[in-house]
């Protein structure tokens, strides 16, 4: 990746991180990420430098600001990680995957760190709801806007037309209620942050699958409701506008393809949690250089 456009597309991650505006950060989530082949370290630097400026350019310091003049973490004694798993059996995963994702957390035991099971006091089906009406809401409306195109619909995909559909059935009650349950979200996982640094559940509800396979329709003898239902655990931490990143946590026990785990900061504690992956990327060297067979 050229620097300086590597360096723009870092300072415009920062930038829509710190933004404000909720809908921002969960519209975030449809465009792909543009660090993903830089460092731990290069990113928590040129993160660093960016928010130092918008913290300059602002005049003034807040307690949430202030992180940037933390000491950074060396090591991984007395961090504390609430390990999620599957929800609870809310979440279809198949065989393996919480496996993979514990010895991923055995690693950050044997590094010093604590890790203790954690259950929210959340209805993850309102949550779920929550996020289809919102997830439809914002692009639904960009769908439509294509279909005055002449002959969109037909090269538009079922999925899309599908989010649009959705969101021409939502009312302002079911949109009000959505708020509703996304702050009550917002206000568990804050919560949970407060006794311990980040919390940790799969990356992924299931294994690498064909490339030829649209998508999912059922895990573990589970149907799949919606084309999105496979990939329910991405969604959390955008809904509750939290920072997170994913690790890797080891491969399939047979073809090897990989698996992570993700860790879900505190609010704005995206700098903590650079730090923190950090930290476990030292302790996974020998990981990293495994390379899967396709």
């Not at 990939?231 to 994913?246: K, V």
Request: charge should be negative; proline fraction near 3%; glycine fraction near 6%.
């Amino acid at each position: 990746m050229d620097s300086k456009f590597a360096k723009a597309a870092a300072a415009t991650d920062a930038a829509r991180i710190l933004s404000a505006n909720p809908a921002d950060a969960l519209e975030a989530t449809s465009t792909p990420g543009s660090t993903a082949d830089w460092s731990i370290a290069q990113l928590s630097a040129i993160y660093t430098e960016h928010r130092t400026q918008l913290v300059s350019q602002a005049r003034r310091i807040t307690r949430d600001e202030a992180e940037v003049q933390r000491a950074p973490i060396h090591d991984l004694r007395g961090i504390r990680l609430g390990w999620l798993g599957d929800l609870q059996g809310h979440l279809a995963i198949e065989s393996g995957i919480l496996d993979t994702c514990e010895s991923g957390l055995d690693r950050l035991r044997s590094a010093g760190a604590t890790v203790e099971a954690l259950t929210l006091p959340v209805n993850w089906d309102d949550v779920w709801k929550a996020w289809l009406i919102w997830r439809s809401a914002l692009v639904g409306a960009k769908v439509k806007a294509v279909m005055q195109i002449k002959g969109a619909r037909e090269l538009t995909k079922a999925e899309a037309l599908w989010e649009m559909s959705q969101s021409e059935q939502h009312s302002l009650a079911d949109l009000l209620w959505a708020s509703t349950v996304r702050t009550q979200f917002y206000n568990a996982m804050k919560a949970a942050l407060e006794s311990v640094d980040a919390l940790a559940l799969p990356s992924a509800q299931v294994w690498a699958f064909d490339i030829n396979q649209r998508w999912p329709e059922q895990i573990n003898g589970r149907a799949m409701d919606t084309y999105h239902r496979w990939m329910e655990a991405t969604i959390y931490a955008t809904f509750a506008g939290l920072p997170a990143i994913s690790v890797p946590t080891g491969f399939h026990a047979q073809d090897r393809t990989a698996m992570g785990m993700q860790l879900i900061g505190r609010p704005r504690g995206d700098l903590a949690l650079l730090d923190l992956c950090a930290m476990y990327e030292k302790n996974t060297t020998n990981l990293l250089d495994i390379k899967p067979n396709l």
